[in-house]
């Protein structure tokens, strides 16, 4: 079936590290991708997304690319802030369905001055 | 337009009693989504509607709990009766077709004491 596998965290960085948090899918035909970010005591707010294979979503600093051939979506930001401390969801929505989403477990990140 | 509401923003229940929690999706979005998140188990989807129909409540988790939408401007996620592991937050979201994504609302804590 369909689903999303996200790396687990915890993931603590340092301010203006490289991030990279990883996610990857399984489904069929073309889905479409999101990232999600969870701040602490509030809901999740759309961050990206691609709709096709090859698309670069991005937002904030935060970049992922659809690649159909690695069936992956891996979220990246050159140089994080401590604001950026979060919880990160991928997430994906076949093309078979309506909008029904599978999201993955999430990663937490924390960034550190 | 002020996004996703959900009301009451905190919640807390004596085991037993019946607790109703309320969502106002954005206006002209076609479908709703029910969520439960907790720290052992994750983002679960309880049940989504589409044009007020409710599409799949297979994450319904027994007969306790029973949404409904009676207009596109309004839904309810009723618990009766409330157990302690029902204790989470609860988390309404809202899409329009065409899988561009779902806004969520900033969620209701539940606690069944």
């Known amino acids: 079936g369909d689903s999303v596998t996200q790396m687990e965290g915890p993931v603590t960085l340092s301010e203006e590290a490289f991030l990279t948090i990883n996610c990857t899918y399984t489904?069929?035909?073309?889905?479409?991708l999101f990232w999600y970010v969870q701040y602490p005591g509030e809901g999740l707010q759309l961050l990206l997304k691609a709709t096709k294979a090859d698309d670069k979503g991005s937002n904030k600093g935060f970049e992922a690319t659809y690649r159909k051939e690695t069936t992956s979506f891996h979220l990246e930001k050159g140089s994080v802030q401590v604001s950026d401390s979060a919880v990160y969801f991928c997430?994906?929505?076949?093309?078979?369905?309506?909008?029904?989403?599978?999201f993955g477990t999430g990663t937490s990140l924390t960034v550190i001055p | 337009d002020a996004g996703v509401i959900q009301s009451p923003r905190h919640e807390v229940t004596e085991m037993g009693q019946e607790v109703t929690l309320r969502c106002k999706p954005i206006?002209?979005?076609?479908?709703l989504f029910w969520y439960r998140q907790t720290m052992m188990r994750g983002l679960e989807l309880l049940i989504y509607f589409n044009n007020n129909v409710p599409i799949d409540d297979s994450g319904m988790p027994e007969d306790r709990f029973s949404a409904k939408m009676p207009n596109a401007s309004f839904s309810t996620l009723k618990i009766q009766p409330s157990e302690p592991r029902d204790s989470a937050v609860y988390f309404c979201?809202?899409?329009?077709?065409?899988?561009?994504?779902?806004?969520f609302g900033q969620g209701t804590r539940l606690t069944v004491v």
């Open positions: 489904a069929t035909g073309y889905p479409s």
């Open positions: 997430a994906l929505i076949p093309k078979s369905t309506g909008n029904q989403f599978y």
């Open positions: 979201a809202s899409s329009f077709t065409g899988r561009v994504g779902a806004f």
């Open positions: 206006s002209g979005h076609d479908y």
